[in-house]
């Protein structure tokens, strides 16, 4: 698992702790799950309402609008979600405000005490001090993203949601969920329980199959994008129809065509449970939701690049690429130059390939504090590969300074990884 930086107070003695007792890697099953939740006297019960998030891409954006959607009219709302950017809190919202550093140390304190000294994983653990702050804290709604997967992901422990949703399945952690689609699909579709209602956003055929077969067995009536709900992009709009009606809205305030994918997703669940207008509009316009295209006009890297337009994207597969590439081309400007650090266990090359048609160069970084780091010189391998002008620098004020020095006019995108975008948000101040 990840080093937990940003943690403050008491909670970074307790999770060093933790890292340090319990495994560090990933491992898919739930039996500590519902070991640690019955000695902290299953808080997975007494949640209020739930709406369970899977997918490959778009599950942060689609619980940021949602969430955005929800507390327009008032509704107090829970969120949980990972990785986390510049701070471990971010991971637990409590009726729409992020969790306090000492109430978080207290929960993960006590749910140390209560797991002992039984291996347990760092996600899973904290996941059960997610649970157990919902239990406690009133809200109307629980929004749970899952951490990787969902068949065997820690979130997945409430017996029924009131709602599911999965957003586009495609290629990620194989080594985790399988090799191909339908494996993966069979992953994201675990979350499905029956008689629950499911959102299901854009999909391959071969995913939607998959999606559709297992829904059909637990009698879980599906919401599928191109079927019973759509969205479209007019005129600089979002144009949303399904059998009650259509809706004339904004653009999704997150940039790029996929948002309003997002968008649709996050606006199908609104209507499913009753919203109107009003709540959906607030969706696409109020929904924040950082290192996606964010752009860093402020702080120490940005005035580090001077006249340069700095932007952060911590998309890190080949979809995202993809999603990426097309948000760039679409905007016309100064040549874009990449900032790249990736994990080693993604698609470096499926995630750089379709960057390559839109970026003038890459300069490769290391992501710093990560065990898993991809080395830059592998990472300026592959972007080569590719077709793209690389380097490596041994940092990422380092590689801004290098690129403003010969385009100082340029589009500068750090992008590759989550962590990455984590730490230059923590840069940046």
Same mark, same amino acid.
């Not at 790029?256 to 997002?262: E, K, L, P, T, V």
């Not at 609104?270 to 924040?288: I, N, S």
């Given at each position: 698992m990840k080093s937990p930086d940003g943690v403050r107070a008491g909670s970074d003695v307790i999770l060093s702790r933790l890292m340090a007792l319990h495994p560090k890697i990933i491992d898919l099953t739930l039996d500590r799950m519902w070991r640690l939740l019955a000695a902290l006297g299953h808080p997975e019960r007494a949640l209020p309402p739930v709406i369970h998030i899977a997918g490959t891409n778009g599950k942060g954006s689609t619980q940021a609008m949602l969430r955005a959607g929800l507390e327009a009219s008032g509704p107090r709302v829970h969120a949980y979600t990972s990785p986390h950017l510049a701070r471990f809190h971010e991971r637990i919202r409590l009726a729409g405000d992020l969790v306090s550093e000492p109430a978080l140390a207290a929960l993960l304190d006590e749910c140390e005490a209560a797991n002992g000294d039984v291996p347990i994983t760092f996600f899973e653990i904290t996941t059960c001090a997610a649970l157990l702050a919902f239990a406690r804290t009133p809200a109307d709604?629980?929004?749970?993203?899952?951490?990787?997967?969902? =068949?065997?992901?820690?979130?997945?422990?409430?017996?029924?949601?009131?709602?599911?949703?999965?957003?586009? *399945?495609?290629?990620?952690?194989?080594?985790?969920?399988?090799?191909?689609?339908?494996?993966?699909?069979?992953? $994201?579709?675990?979350?499905? $329980?029956?008689? *629950?209602?499911?959102?299901?956003?854009?999909?391959?055929?071969?995913?939607?199959?998959?999606?559709?077969?297992?829904?059909?067995?637990?009698?879980?009536?599906?919401? *599928?994008?191109?079927?019973?709900?759509?969205?479209?992009?007019?005129?600089?709009?979002?144009?949303?129809?399904?059998?009650?009606?259509?809706?004339?809205?904004?653009?999704? =305030?997150?940039?790029?065509?996929?948002?309003?994918?997002?968008?649709?997703?996050?606006?199908? #669940?609104?209507?499913?449970?009753?919203?109107?207008?009003?709540?959906?509009?607030?969706? *696409?316009?109020?929904?924040?939701?950082?290192?996606?295209?964010?752009?860093?006009?402020?702080?120490?890297?940005?005035?580090?690049?001077?006249?340069?337009?700095?932007?952060?994207?911590?998309?890190?597969?080949?979809?995202?690429?993809? #999603?990426?590439?097309?948000?760039?081309?679409?905007?016309?400007?100064?040549?874009?130059h990449l900032v790249c650090g990736m994990l080693n266990t993604k698609d470096v090359a499926g995630f750089l390939t379709p960057l390559a048609e839109v970026a003038e160069s890459l300069i490769a970084v290391d992501i710093p504090g990560e065990a898993n780091t991809l080395p830059a010189e592998k990472t300026r391998d592959a972007a080569a590969g590719v077709g793209l002008a690389a380097s490596t620098a041994p940092d990422v004020a380092t590689a801004i300074a290098r690129i403003v020095a010969d385009a100082p006019d340029a589009r500068i995108l750090i992008c590759g990884s989550l962590y990455l975008a984590g730490r230059v948000l923590r840069d940046n101040g």
């Open positions: 709604y629980t929004l749970l993203e899952v951490g990787l997967g969902g =068949r065997l992901d820690a979130t997945n422990v409430i017996d029924t949601p009131l709602l599911c949703a999965i957003t586009p *399945v495609s290629i990620d952690h194989q080594q985790y969920l399988g090799d191909t689609l339908p494996e993966i699909a069979g992953e $994201k579709a675990g979350i499905l $329980k029956r008689g *629950v209602p499911c959102i299901v956003g854009r999909q391959d055929e071969a995913a939607l199959d998959v999606i559709e077969a297992r829904a059909a067995r637990l009698g879980a009536p599906l919401l *599928v994008h191109g079927q019973h709900w759509h969205v479209t992009r007019e005129g600089g709009r979002l144009i949303y129809q399904d059998e009650t009606g259509l809706l004339d809205l904004p653009a999704p =305030r997150l940039p790029g065509a996929h948002q309003f994918d997002n968008a649709g997703m996050a606006i199908a #669940a609104l209507r499913h449970l009753g919203f109107g207008e009003a709540e959906c509009a607030a969706a *696409v316009t109020d929904a924040e939701w950082p290192a996606r295209m964010q752009r860093l006009s402020h702080g120490p890297l940005a005035d580090l690049a001077g006249r340069a337009q700095l932007w952060l994207d911590g998309g890190h597969n080949p979809a995202a690429g993809q #999603a990426i590439a097309a948000l760039l081309a679409e905007r016309a400007g100064p040549q874009t």
